[in-house]
């Protein structure tokens, strides 16, 4: 079974400046998808960014971007020049190409927290 | 657009009691899912739909039952809850498969979430 892990609990950044999330999953699987979610304190569930594990250019969305090492399993997020809206908790999920059902594997999360 | 709409927001329930979550979507969406989120925890998946009149269980099935009579609509059921059953709820809808040649995912649109407190 495929498992998500995102080591850091919480992070802080002081506005304007980068930070990045670890995200580290497990799989047998060649073919899969995965994604970052932000939950600010609303509670809405947001897609941040998507990467395709079949593509080796990192996916880039503004001011977010990953690092995808496929080998390494491990799939970051940094955010730049950041904003105090970007304070939320942020979930590292993994996604099968192969199930049916398109279920997604979350990670505990990481609460992200900006200094002004 | 609504997108996603769940029904009620917060709910508060005594042991052995029942309730129906309701979650809508507007988008014509085939796939529709039920999460909860418990604190220091990752959405599990608890039942799925790909389609009206199917349903299939998820990583959490237990205590809960689901319905999707119409495509628009899927519904949870809590036949007698629990405390353990105290949690955030969203409830997810997606398209089915990949969009056009380039192999990109149908995103998971969700709701806004329901707060369950079962005393």
């Known amino acids: 079974a495929q498992t998500v892990t995102q080591s850091q609990p919480e992070m802080s950044v002081q506005e304007a400046e980068t930070v990045t999330l670890s995200c580290t999953y497990d799989?047998?699987?060649?073919?899969?998808?995965l994604f970052w979610y932000k939950q600010p304190p609303s509670r809405q569930m947001i897609l941040v960014i998507r990467?395709?594990?079949?593509k080796q250019q990192n996916a880039t969305e503004n001011r977010f971007s990953v690092n995808f090492q496929k080998a390494a399993k491990s799939f970051s997020l940094k955010i730049s020049d950041s904003q105090l809206g970007d304070a939320a908790m942020y979930f590292c999920?993994?996604?099968?190409?192969?199930?049916?059902?398109?279920?997604?594997?979350w990670g505990a999360g990481t609460k992200l927290i900006i200094k002004p | 657009n609504a997108g996603v709409t769940q029904t009620p927001k917060f709910r508060v329930l005594k042991t052995g009691q029942s309730m129906t979550l309701l979650c809508a979507q507007d988008?014509?969406?085939?796939?529709m899912y039920w999460y909860r989120q418990d604190p220091g925890m990752g959405l599990r998946l608890i039942h799925y739909?790909?389609?009206?009149?199917?349903?299939a269980k998820g990583e959490v099935p237990d205590g809960y039952n689901v319905s999707r009579l119409k495509k628009q609509n899927f519904l949870l059921g809590l036949e007698s809850a629990a405390p353990s059953q105290t949690s955030v709820y969203f409830c997810?809808?997606?398209?089915?498969?990949?969009?056009?040649?380039?192999?990109?995912?149908?995103?998971?649109?969700f709701g806004p979430g329901t707060r369950l407190t079962v005393l």
């Open positions: 990467q395709e594990a079949y």
């Open positions: 999920a993994y996604r099968s190409a192969v199930d049916s059902n398109y279920q997604l594997i």
């Open positions: 799989t047998s699987e060649s073919d899969y998808y």
């Open positions: 997810a809808s997606s398209r089915h498969g990949l969009a056009g040649g380039s192999g990109y995912l149908y995103e998971q649109f």
């Open positions: 988008m014509n969406h085939e796939y």
């Open positions: 739909s790909v389609g009206e009149g199917t349903t």
